[in-house]
């Protein structure tokens, strides 16, 4: 598990290949990636956009941006933590991703930014 944090939010992220939606003699590998963000600050804080790097063994750079994640924009309370699943495709065995998070403190309205800590995406005969 990859874990980073920032601002007083937790980013924690584990990764999965997904063999049986992979096409290795086409090139195709797919991954998916668990994303954990836990607020260990004293403020409540949403979600606004995401922005992804990442960077794939047989390909160029790709720079994904958008609104919230997985279709929403999550309010996360102290103390509480929000979960989701999401996924990339590569043209490669090996590839990894980092980015960041654009919140906002409810109280006040102040944006902050927060890391994804930079993860592997591997197909596990990769790692022997």
């Not at 601002?7 to 290795?24: C, I, L, R």
């Not at 086409?26 to 260990?40: A, D, P, W």
């Not at 279709?71 to 495709?89: L, Q, R, T």
Request: hydrophobic share 35%.
């Amino acid at each position: 598990m990859f874990t980073k944090i920032t601002e007083g939010v937790k980013v924690s992220v584990d990764t999965e290949f997904q063999a049986s939606y992979s096409d290795p003699a086409q090139s195709h590998f797919v991954f998916t990636y668990k994303v954990r963000i836990e607020n260990l600050s004293s403020y409540t804080v949403q979600l606004l956009t995401r922005n992804w790097n990442i960077q794939d063994s047989f390909a160029p750079k790709r720079n994904i941006s958008g609104e919230g994640v997985v279709g929403v924009k999550p309010i996360i309370e102290p103390g509480d933590s929000h979960e989701y699943v999401s996924g990339c495709n590569l043209l490669s065995e090996l590839g990894k991703m980092c980015g960041s998070y654009t919140f906002e403190r409810i109280l006040n309205g102040e944006k902050f930014f927060v890391s994804i800590p930079e993860f592997v995406l591997c197909v596990p005969y990769r790692l022997n």
